[in-house]
């Protein structure tokens, strides 16, 4: 069956060619693991989610618009408890935060990490229990840390000397005991783009493992007393496939914490092994699936902890792109086809950077497709770009398109739950798009398209 044809609903799941090798075959495939799970095309052609056509969904919503599958959503949060099992998962809501998700994933059974006083402010108007909180960040401002206080959230990941100093003063001044982690660095230089690497020596996160800050840091809590140490926390960074690096993060992080209990005679109690789980953002991508995670990264701690006579500490992992960023996928209407003569065709959707920097700031890679209709042209190399006025501004670097896209015709971008609503921006004044999310036929939007009158709002004269 030719992928395209009309009323294709999968196209060869197990295709993994190079990216400039996209056969005709994957025009319009839509590979379910790149896709929430509840999408597929109807009779006619139309993809739909949630048991809704995007048509109706673009009539009654407009675009450019991010559809959340709200069935997707929650499965990915119980797979990952599921997995982890004793462990807590913390959602890590940088990825993307609203109070309809927080409701979510706290009804999942899931922790939550934010890294701003921002973050705190949406989970806490969204009730969600502060005790299952963690509160990230190099920077935290004593305000921050004051509302945080304040609140009761659960652990404090530290990180740095200045944030020791300045909570401890905080604690001694409201007599309380906040328990905290201590952000180690662990020199991994994990396999993805520089700029969400985070455990490389030469960068502003966490205490330095090889140069003994982080020792000393853990030292300076123990010998204080007044914050309650719980455990180490390592995160190496983003979009990781390879679980050798997280091998090799335990395996330092559990020796410092072997360190520690020879030198202050402590047994720390927990481990934060941090998130950056990878998801397909295209067929190129083969993400592990969250019980294959949980079982290496389990045998690796308990490895670890006996060769270095560890009791084995309770884990945490903290996933924010692998339960949002595959849940949701962005719906565009072009606008202009642009035939650039034997290089490739420009398709203009209504959005673009604004909406989705991931791909000028990472050089990420994305992959979309028609998705009101289904056609049986010719696929043509398309890019994908906004209406912003910056040549970078790319939406989905190649695809193959069918050769008669044109103006009023809808395009899905899958995979843009993480990092995309999240890091959106209000460039060249477009107004940032709603979030809607999609189940058992009916469709509710839980963060409303910005207004220019929101934007005209803030802008005082
Ligand atoms: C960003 C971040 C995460 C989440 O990373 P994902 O790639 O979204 O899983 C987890 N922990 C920390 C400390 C982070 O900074």
């Given amino acids: 069956m030719r992928a395209h044809e009309a009323g294709a609903l999968h196209g060869d799941l197990g295709y993994r060619g190079p990216a400039w090798l996209r056969t005709p075959e994957d025009v319009n495939a839509l590979v379910p693991q790149l896709w929430p799970r509840t999408v597929s095309r109807t009779e006619a052609g139309s993809l739909q989610v949630g048991g809704v056509s995007v048509a109706d969904l673009a009539a009654e919503h407009g675009t450019p618009a991010y559809f959340l599958d709200e069935v997707d959503l929650r499965a990915r949060c119980r797979e990952f408890a599921s997995a982890f099992g004793d462990a807590d998962v913390y959602y890590a809501g940088k990825s993307f935060l609203c109070k309809a998700v927080v409701k979510i994933v706290h009804e999942e059974g899931l922790f939550l990490d934010v890294c701003t006083g921002g973050e705190l402010a949406v989970a806490l108007a969204a009730g969600f229990p502060a005790e299952k909180i963690g509160f990230h960040g190099n920077n935290k401002s004593p305000r921050e840390l004051e509302r945080a206080l304040d609140a009761g959230v659960g652990r404090i990941v530290v990180d740095s000397f200045d944030e020791i100093a300045r909570l401890t003063a905080l604690a001694q001044k409201t007599n309380k005991k906040p328990k905290v982690l201590v952000r180690v660095t662990v020199g991994v230089e994990a396999h993805t783009h520089e700029f969400i690497a985070t455990a490389h020596e030469d960068q502003k996160f966490g205490f330095s493992l090889a140069g003994g800050a982080a020792f000393a840091a853990a030292a300076k809590i123990i010998d204080e007393g ?83 006579n560890l009791r084995k500490p309770k884990l945490s992992i903290e996933p924010g792109r692998a339960i949002v960023g595959p849940a949701v996928f962005t719906l565009y209407e072009v606008g202009t086809v642009k035939d650039v003569d034997g290089i490739r065709t420009y398709v203009s959707v209504d959005g673009g950077m604004s909406d989705n920097i991931r791909t000028a700031l990472y050089d990420a890679s994305y992959s979309a497709t028609l998705a009101g209709r289904t056609s049986v042209a010719e696929p043509m190399l398309a890019r994908v770009v906004g209406k912003h006025c910056e040549s970078g501004d790319i939406v989905v670097k190649d695809e ?29 004044h477009v107004p940032r798009p709603p979030v809607v999310a999609v189940r058992d036929g009916a469709s509710r939007v839980i963060v409303r398209r910005e207004t220019e009158d929101d934007l005209l709002a803030l802008d005082v004269g």
């Fill in 400 to 428: 193959f398109l069918p050769a008669d896209v044109q103006p009023g015709d809808l395009i899905a971008v899958p995979g843009t739950g993480a990092y995309c609503r999240s890091m959106a921006s209000n460039y060249n």
């Fill in 226 to 308: 007044v914050l309650d140490l719980r455990g180490l926390h390592s995160h190496i960074g983003s979009q990781i496939f390879d679980t050798s690096g997280f091998e090799v993060a335990a395996r330092r992080v559990l020796d410092l914490q072997a360190q520690i209990r020879d030198a202050r005679g402590v047994e720390l109690e927990e481990l934060d092994l941090g998130g950056g789980f990878g998801i397909a953002y295209t067929t190129q991508d083969d993400p592990q699936a969250a019980g294959d995670l949980a079982k290496r990264i389990n045998k690796i701690v308990e490895s670890e902890c006996e060769l270095g």
